[in-house]
T-cell receptor
Framework: DAGVIQSPRHEVTEMGQEVTLRCKPISGHDYLFWYRQTMMRGLELLIYFNNNVPIDDSGMPEDRFSAKMPNASFSTLKIQPSEPRDSAVYFC????????????FGPGTRLTVT | KQEVTQIPAALSVPEGENLVLNCSFTDSAIYNLQWFRQDPGKGLTSLLL?????REQTSGRLNASLDKSSGRSTLYIAASQPGDSATYLC???????????FGKGITLSVRP
């Protein structure tokens, strides 16, 4: 398996624009997690899905953030409108089982909002 | 508030040295604890997972211990190599249905 795939790897956009980040989890994994990493706050869980259903989105910072998982092999994280404080590295991770087993992380998307 | 702390934030050692990375957490009733490695510009790689019923886990030159009563875990790296240079993060699951809480990591530099 190619591991967790994220695209794009880098995104630079202007404030107010819509940003869509994409993730393909490892085949067979039933949990998918979206994280955000910044120097100030470290790594934070935004939302996670089980069998394509959102389970906990309490980490989503504002209504400007939304996430979907239309099928077992694809998820998106959308920010609309984007703001400079959204600049961070966004990671997607997947696992078989919630936390009993290891989480496998993608390479991340580095988002810069100017 | 449940928190995970890793001190110091950075560490530099000469090659060959045995070293210990520390992780402390605020609640002793944890479900499990994981150590991750992160290379610059990359995602996280899980190194070791310790369930609450376990005291330690080993993988190659790495050994992680867990002491719930004192709220501490240590990652021991034997005979460090320059290739071990990376950021090491500790993450705690405080309950079976809770979220992983990450420390901010320790950036390790192993000098040749």
């Amino acid at each position: 398996d190619a591991g967790v795939i994220q695209s794009p790897r880098h995104e630079v956009t202007e404030m107010g624009q819509e940003v869509t980040l994409r993730c393909k989890p490892i085949s067979g994994h039933d949990y998918l997690f979206w994280y955000r990493q910044t120097m100030m706050r470290g790594l934070e869980l935004l939302i996670y899905f089980n069998n394509n259903v959102p389970i906990d989105d309490s980490g989503m910072p504002e209504d400007r953030f939304s996430a979907k998982m239309p099928n077992a092999s694809f998820s998106t994280l959308k920010i609309q409108p984007s703001e400079p404080r959204d600049s961070a590295v966004y990671f997607c991770a997947s696992s078989f089982g919630q936390y009993t087993y290891e989480q496998y992380f993608g390479p991340g998307t580095r988002l810069t909002v100017t | 508030k449940q928190e995970v702390t890793q001190i110091p934030a950075a560490l530099s050692v000469p090659e060959g040295e045995n070293l210990v990375l520390n992780c402390s957490f605020t609640d002793s009733a944890i479900y499990n604890l994981q150590w991750f490695r992160q290379d610059p510009g990359k995602g996280l790689t899980s190194l070791l997972l310790i369930q609450s019923s376990q005291r330690e886990q080993t993988s190659g030159r790495l050994n992680a211990s867990l002491d719930k009563s004192s709220g501490r875990s240590t990652l021991y790296i034997a005979a460090s190599q320059p290739g071990d240079s990376a950021t090491y993060l500790c993450a705690v699951l405080f309950g079976a249905n809770s979220k992983l809480t990450f420390g901010k990591g320790i950036t390790l530099s192993v000098r040749p």
